[in-house]
């Protein structure tokens, strides 16, 4: 399978799971990249998978939290929500519905090869667990039957992935095949596209991540956001050396948020010799400019949840309308 070019689709749909509150690290590899890409298609769909998230998040406080979180932060970032719709997951019921039907024609074999299965079975090897299976619960081992619903019932173009997410994509289209052997040519194959992926890295300088506790929250409070950048770790190197910016945590980061000036001027800095807690002002300056207007638009949304609902919901509507087509052709096809 090929990847398509952004400017040859028609529908790109894009999927988040709600499991923490987004960071910098999600703003560079994902959020930007996206709204960039769906601003391109003909028609753009993304949606809050909270019942993904049900795998790992099974507190309805937190769930909700985080999908709020999650949805703010996409339209604070730039969604149109008249342009784009944005929809939570477990609005759409014709998802479930088409997911069950698709269960039923996918081999179980398919499934055994999914690399979240097969990470947790590996896990469980590792630690000599007599059940392999210790720990694995029927959502995480059949969620790709539940992705490939999400995908195929809006008749997706392309779905934007990192190259960990590349056989999500796949396993929707070898589902979508065996439908269509047994029942007819009713299910359009979604390709993939291949997001540049680009290491971000973290306070520690491992790559950001919440599992390693070395992220920066989007949004944070002035005060919180300056804390957390005077965290990232430097080297002993004095403010007077010649410092190399490639490879600097604090550059890195820095030329992110920065014109292609901004960033030379910082660069010829380290050149020059300059003190880390200069640079940790400047990256926390440009930060805090970059995000100002964002985090207006974001904490408006946050202090009346009311407003997120009602997107959502609209959004739901809309999905609905746009998915009832694909089940018409479903049902009819598997009830003869």
Sequence with gaps: ?????????????????????PHIGNYI?????????????????????????????????ELREYTLSVAATWIACGLDPERTVIYRQSDVPEIFELAWILSCVTPKGLLNRSHAYKAKVQENQTAEKEDLDFGI???????????AADILLFNTDIVPVGEDQVQ????????????NRVFGDVLKLPNHFLKAESVVPGLDGRKMSKSYGNHIPLFLESKKM????????????????????????????????????QANELANLYREGVGW???????FERIEEYFKGPALTYND????????????????????????PTMKKVRAAVRG
């Design 1 to 21: 399978m090929q990847a398509t070019k952004p400017s040859e689709t028609k529908v790109v749909l894009t999927g988040i799971k709600p499991t923490n509150h």
């Design 29 to 61: 590899g994902a959020i930007r990249p996206g709204i960039e890409l769906v601003s391109q298609a003909e028609h753009s769909l993304l949606f809050i998978a909270d019942y993904h998230a049900l795998t790992t998040v099974q507190d309805p406080k």
């Design 137 to 147: 619960s029927m959502g995480l081992f059949s969620y790709p039957v539940l992705m």
């Design 168 to 179: 999500h994509v796949e396993v929707a289209r070898d589902i979508a095949q065996k439908f």
């Design 226 to 261: 300056r804390k957390m950048i005077m965290k990232i770790i430097t080297d002993s190197t004095p403010p007077e050396a010649p410092k190399e910016p490639k490879g600097s945590v604090l550059y890195t980061l820095y030329k992110e948020f920065s014109s292609i000036n």
């Design 277 to 283: 807690g200069e640079v940790k002002q400047m990256l």
């Design 301 to 324: 949304l946050i202090s009346h949840p009311e407003k997120i609902d009602a997107i959502l919901k609209d959004g739901g509507m809309r999905a609905r309308d746009l998915a009832e």
